[in-house]
C-alpha cells in the first residue's frame, strides 16, 4: 500500500508562488515516477508534470511549461512542485500521484494518488 500526502497549497494573489509537496510511504520511493495532475470544478483531471525515477527526465504541460518545475528527493520520499507566475487559469485542486507504467500523461496509469491540495490565484 501507498500514501500519498500533499501540502503546500493556498491562496496566492495572480504573479505569485507557491511550492506544492508530496510526501510518499508503503513503496520504494525511489523505484517509480510521479506526475502531478490538476483539477478545476467541472472539469476533468489534466496532466501537469511528470518526474521519472531518477529525477533526470522531466515533462510538462504547455500550459505550464516555463513557469512550473517538478524535482525530487529520494532521500526524503518527497517530490515537489514550484510554481511561479501562477495566473488564476492555474486555480484548481493538485494531486499527486504514483506512475503505473505507460503514458504518463493519463491519469489511468497512475496507482495511487494523494488527496489533493487546493490552490487558488487571485486576480
Known amino acids: 500500500q501507498v500514501q500519498l500526502v500533499e501540502s503546500g497549497g493556498g491562496l496566492v494573489q495572480a504573479g505569485g508562488s507557491l511550492r506544492l509537496s508530496c510526501a510518499a510511504s508503503?513503496?520504494?520511493?525511489?523505484?517509480?515516477?510521479l506526475g502531478w495532475f490538476r483539477q478545476a470544478p467541472g472539469k476533468e483531471r489534466e496532466f501537469v508534470t511528470f518526474?521519472?525515477?531518477?529525477?533526470?527526465?522531466?515533462y510538462y504541460a504547455d500550459s505550464v511549461k516555463g513557469r512550473f518545475t517538478i524535482s525530487r528527493d529520494n532521500a526524503k520520499n518527497t517530490i515537489y512542485l514550484r510554481m511561479n507566475s501562477l495566473k488564476p487559469e492555474d486555480t484548481a485542486v493538485y494531486y499527486c500521484?504514483?506512475?503505473?507504467?505507460?503514458?504518463?500523461?493519463?491519469?489511468?496509469?497512475?496507482?495511487?494518488w494523494g488527496q489533493g491540495t487546493q490552490v487558488t490565484v487571485s486576480s
Open positions: 500521484a504514483l506512475h503505473g507504467g505507460g503514458s504518463y500523461r493519463s491519469p489511468q496509469q497512475y496507482d495511487y
Open positions: 508503503g513503496r520504494i520511493f525511489s523505484n517509480y515516477g
Open positions: 518526474i521519472s525515477w531518477s529525477g533526470g527526465s522531466t
